[in-house]
């Protein structure tokens, strides 16, 4: 089974910037979009932005767009997230995830497949 495992979470002060990175052990995720998503304490899990195979096209929440940045490479299996000016308000868990589509069209946030990995802690005072 498809197990990511992510890092790079740490504890920032508002204005920060921190890279995560996620690996896909197991199965290969194959020609499909990857996501990051995340969970807020007392909130459920939310997609947060998506990366279509191939082109690499992305899409964010406008929570984090312009702030946050996406990419992926495949040859490594690897998929990261770049973020910047960060607020307090982005605190969560970040999970990485294969979502069972080419592109990032409509609800992609609803054809994750595997199992959730077990994240990683970004912390952002103010």
């Known amino acids: 089974q498809m197990q990511p495992v992510e890092s790079g979470g740490a504890s920032v002060q508002s204005g920060g910037s921190l890279r995560l990175s996620c690996t896909f052990s197991g199965v290969n995720g194959g020609d499909f979009a990857r996501a990051w ?3 807020a304490p007392g909130n459920g899990r939310e997609g947060i932005s ?3 195979f191939s082109v690499g096209k992305t899409t964010y929440q406008d929570s984090v767009k312009g702030r946050f940045t996406i990419s ?3 040859a490594k299996n690897m998929v990261y997230l770049e973020m910047n000016s960060l607020k307090p ?4 868990i970040y999970y990485c995830a294969v979502i069972t589509r080419i592109d990032c069209s409509g ?5 994750r497949v ?4 077990p994240g990683t802690q970004v912390t952002v005072s103010s």
């Open 37 to 39: 998503f995340r969970q």
């Open 50 to 52: 998506c990366i279509s």
């Open 72 to 74: 992926r490479d495949d």
């Open 89 to 92: 308000e982005d605190t969560a």
């Open 107 to 111: 609800s992609w946030w609803d054809h």
């Open 114 to 117: 595997g199992a959730w990995g």
